[in-house]
């Protein structure tokens, strides 16, 4: 008999835990989109141009080669380290939201501590990952300037971390706002949203590529064997390994 009301017991608290989850998910990510767009209202109100300057969305959808090419905020300033960060917990933001709805549509968990067993949890996963792809980008800077130099590449060329950081900037902003507009009207993650989220990405990864190989092949200072070699190894290996290592 005590087996069985313990039985009873855990299947009440498992059912419990289930149902609530959707409302626990619903909740963090209501938490984290209000402080991110807080973020983006307080940016544009104190820093407006800089804020112009970032979130320059002809930018996504020019292929023409501007002559400030890659932007005129220097790497290691305050204000790109500032709106850096945003872009980082705006990407946590929205890996989050793909990552509840996958578990909430599908029951798939790829990575299991990314799913939050309560509130607290859930904000401290999003700074983790925060600090996590602020490190990542640094990382890509570093390794995006070493292999400029094994390549030879005029400063120009390397500049191009900054022109793709611009181009995430705005499609990151995108997916947050769209995000939290879903999240806000919806009481769970609908299956758009995700497949929205996933195909999205992938279309601008690959688009992303092509914007900068077409910038960079108007410089008419190397062949586009060598730009699309130089790209390969900036952009295709790093993106490779992220996946392997997620998975």
Known sequence: NRKYISGLLLDSNMSVLIESSPVLFRDIAIAISALLLAAYAVSRMAFPKMFATVYDFSKLLNFKLKNEFGSNIRLLSTESLYFSIILSASTSFVVIVLFF????????????????????????????MTATFQLFFLIKYLFIWLIGSLFNLSPSISRHFQEIQSLNNC??????????????????????????????????????????????????????????????????????????LLL
Request: one cysteine or more; hydrophobic letters at 55%; a neutral charge.
């Open 101 to 128: 709805g996958l578990h909430q549509v599908e029951g798939f968990v790829l990575v299991p501590w990314l799913i939050p067993e309560s509130f607290g949890m859930g904000i401290l996963i999003w700074l983790v």
């Open 171 to 244: 499609y990151v902003m995108a997916m947050t706002v769209l995000c939290a507009l879903v999240v806000y009207s919806n009481y769970s993650f609908p299956v758009l949203l995700i497949n929205t989220i996933l195909v999205g990405t992938v279309i601008y990864l690959l688009y992303r590529l092509l914007n900068i190989y077409v910038k960079l092949e108007q410089l008419k200072l190397y062949s586009k064997l060598y730009i699309f070699s130089y790209l390969c190894s900036t952009e295709i290996v790093p993106a490779i390994v992220g996946i392997k």
